[in-house]
């Protein structure tokens, strides 16, 4: 499980023009990409990593700022580049594995008394932020 944390001013992610979800004070925008042998251990690490990283301001974590979560899934951060002009996809979970996967993520981060929007799992979303610092981490479940 692969997660680019940045932490934002605000952000916003829309589908046919119309925002579905968004964050309009400081939090974090979190792009989720789940791969074959991810699992819900690897849901619950890097949910509890996003809630308790100390990212803000005093080095206070999401939790003590109750900051919200602007989570994405997107199956490109699994994409692979090294061969030709054409990014191979194969190390990223179908739907079918990976949707169920980023929804555990979401309740993770609920449980733990974030507040969360989303993006729509597979759609074709435009994702508006402005990183603030800018600060943006990689949380990989392979090196956490």
């Known amino acids: ?21 968004a964050i309009d004070r400081t939090g974090y925008l979190a792009l989720v990409g789940i791969t074959h ?3 819900l251990a690897q849901v619950v690490k890097c949910a509890e990593k996003t809630a308790n990283l100390r990212l803000f301001d005093g080095e206070k974590s999401a939790l003590d700022i109750n900051a919200p979560v602007l989570a994405v899934s997107q199956f490109t951060l699994y994409g692979n580049p090294q061969k030709g002009r054409r990014p191979s996809w194969s190390a990223a979970a179908p739907g079918a594995h990976s949707e169920p996967l980023f929804n555990a993520y979401v ?21 508006e932020l402005v990183n603030d610092g800018p600060v943006t981490l990689i949380l990989d479940t392979d090196t956490l």
Request: proline share 0%.
């Open 1 to 21: 499980m692969r997660v680019i944390l940045q932490r934002v001013s605000h952000a916003s992610v829309s589908v046919n023009g119309e925002t579905i979800g």
């Open 107 to 127: 309740e993770e981060l609920k449980k733990l008394g974030l507040h969360v929007e989303t993006g729509q799992f597979g759609a074709d979303m435009q994702v």
């Open 37 to 39: 042998d991810d699992s």
